[in-house]
């Protein structure tokens, strides 16, 4: 079972790998298409398949709020698109358009299954459609699944190849140097992430550390922070300037402590998860665990 599930992720390593190996948005961004249509449909199945109820613990309704912060992460990949934008006075109402429509599909999705899952529903929620039809749903996201990793992954390679080459001819030629370094952050990027994955191989608690650690200061910590710097001296200058203020203040002060109880429910989570599997598997018969 677990040499299936490390092939299975291997395998899923090797599609990213392969996926974000084009260098330019261009050539990948298309495969969001995919993923955009695949995941209200599955989500769609999923909202008329569920019906159960329960009340959460502080670590698992934390644990929920930092899945929430999770979907909204994107904020690191904006300066990447931006730059390879046609005309970058657009990215505003794209980036309009996005939160509209996403907003909207996850809160009717949450409410939806919250009301017949509860607060045990599954994480991926997709889970909590039955034994049937979860493996339909899944089918369906298949796309989201993998393509948003790809692109995500892009994203990352991207910062790490313009960081290496800048001011130098090797960032946009196709020589052996630049192209082979190209491949090598590539395939460094997502082993690096495959042994992340691994590591943490429950898929609540690894979101939940990923908004942790990475969400909460890219979504909201450093923009209140660039604000407040961009801004130095005029943070009392008038009415509105104190009001921003104060909210970028208190936009920072959220993501430390989304980033402190953050940290704090995902290691008890992982914990928790751990000891539990070593004490399954140290009553379970040992012609068992042989097997």
Not at 63 to 86: D, Q, R
Not at 125 to 141: D, F
Not at 165 to 188: D, E, P, Q
Request: net charge positive.
């Amino acid at each position: 079972m677990v040499l299936g599930t490390i092939a299975f992720s291997v395998v899923g390593l090797l599609i990213s790998f392969f996926g974000a190996l084009p260098r330019t948005m261009d050539k990948v961004y298309w495969i969001s298409m995919m993923s955009f249509v695949s995941i209200p449909v599955a989500t769609i199945v999923t909202m008329l398949a569920t019906e159960i109820f329960a009340h959460p613990s502080f670590t698992k309704a934390f644990l929920g709020v930092m899945n929430i912060v999770f979907a909204y992460i994107a904020h690191v990949a904006f300066f990447g698109h931006i730059s390879e934008m046609k005309e970058v006075r657009d990215f505003p109402k794209s980036l309009a358009m996005l939160q509209i429509v996403d907003t909207c599909m996850y809160v009717v999705a949450s409410i939806v299954i919250y009301c017949y899952a509860g607060p045990d529903v599954t994480s991926p929620a997709l889970g909590s459609a039955g034994p049937l039809m979860k493996k339909v749903a899944y089918g369906l996201a298949i796309p989201t699944v993998i393509f948003p990793g790809i692109i995500v992954g892009h994203v990352a390679c991207k910062y790490i190849h313009v960081r290496i080459f800048r001011g130098s001819s090797h960032l946009h030629n196709h020589g052996v140097l630049s192209v082979g370094a190209w491949v090598g952050v590539a395939l460094g990027t997502w082993i690096v992430a495959w042994i992340f994955a691994e590591s943490v191989p429950v898929f609540n608690e690894l979101l939940s550390l990923i908004s942790a650690l990475f969400g909460s200061w890219f979504s909201y910590g450093f923009p209140a922070s660039f604000w407040l710097y961009l801004n130095k001296g005029n943070w009392l200058s008038s009415p509105r300037m104190i009001c921003t203020t104060i909210f970028n203040i208190l936009i920072l002060g959220i993501a430390c402590t989304m980033c402190g109880l953050g940290l704090y429910v995902s290691g008890k989570s992982i914990h928790n998860n751990n000891s539990s599997v070593t004490a399954k598997d140290s009553v379970r018969p040992s012609n068992q665990r042989c097997s």
